[in-house]
């Protein structure tokens, strides 16, 4: 009944924010008539966007000319390719909590545009064609019902029609973890090993997945997930998320 009352709380504030004057989904400002970004220019230059040259296989920013960051030149990831649109900090941070805690479905539309945008700047800059099938991240189906939504499931269900892929919920979380930010690396690790599978009658052979979440910190919980499909025969994995956290 929990996850029922905050679906249909967070679909009243969707409706409200659509019938009512549009306001800034940072900082609420009013925005011009006519606006058609859904932040005002203020808090759109405030977003702690990722500048300068990116790890070729996570996104993470890097300090110097090398093709790797350290934890993927360290340790090789199970996906190929990966992007973030911001840090998750400042104002980035504070559009993530609404999404995730504040019954925030409103952020969604905004949010996945930009992941669409980064996914097709991505492909035009390497020439490579868009993935194959879009794949959320699982919840715990307990955290789900709580919640009322899988904030990475309403983001690629977005995406999907925005870019005309197919969606798939192709993993499952067959196993309830601790919440990551209150862990360690190699805590982490552990928490996550084994907490994914293919879900039933999913195949997902010789197909570019690409997977999509809020967070990135150390990209253990990505990692498993593409461990899964590349296990499971697809041909690559992307990852694409909204912000990378501290620990990087
Ligand atoms: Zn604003
Ligand atoms: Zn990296």
Redesign the pocket.
């Known amino acids: 009944m929990e996850g029922l009352r905050r679906m249909a709380e967070a679909v009243g504030n969707a409706w409200k924010r659509t019938a009512y004057p549009r306001k ?6 009013l925005l011009e008539a006519g606006e058609k970004e859904y ?6 230059d405030s977003l702690p966007t990722l500048e300068g040259s990116l790890c070729r296989c996570c996104g993470k920013p890097l300090g110097g000319r090398e093709e790797l960051c350290h934890d993927c030149g360290r340790t090789p990831r199970s996906f190929r390719r990966g992007r973030s649109l911001w840090l998750y900090e400042g ?1 980035a941070k504070r559009l993530i909590q609404i999404l995730k805690f504040k019954d925030g479905l409103y952020t969604a539309p905004y949010l996945a545009e930009r992941l669409c945008q980064v996914l097709e700047e991505l492909c035009a800059l390497e020439h490579l064609p868009l993935p194959d099938v879009l794949c959320p991240v699982p919840l715990h189906p307990s955290r789900e019902r709580a919640r009322g939504y899988n904030q990475a499931g309403i983001l690629t269900g977005r995406m999907a029609r925005r870019l005309s892929i197919p969606e798939a919920r192709l993993l499952v979380r067959v196993r309830k973890t601790k919440p990551m930010k209150d862990l360690g690396d190699l805590e982490r690790l552990a928490n996550i090993q084994g907490a994914f599978a293919l879900k039933k009658n999913q195949d997902v052979r010789g197909r570019n997945v690409l997977v999509v979440d809020d967070i990135f910190t150390t990209g253990a919980t990505l990692d498993a997930c593409a461990k899964v499909l590349m296990e499971a025969g697809a041909r690559e994995v992307w990852i694409l998320v909204l912000a990378l956290g501290k620990g990087i």
């Not at 800034?24 to 400002?29: A, F, I, S, T």
């Not at 932040?39 to 759109?44: G, H, K, S």
Request: hydrophobic share 25%.
């Open positions: 800034c989904l940072v900082c609420d400002r932040t005002c220019v203020d808090c759109r104002e």
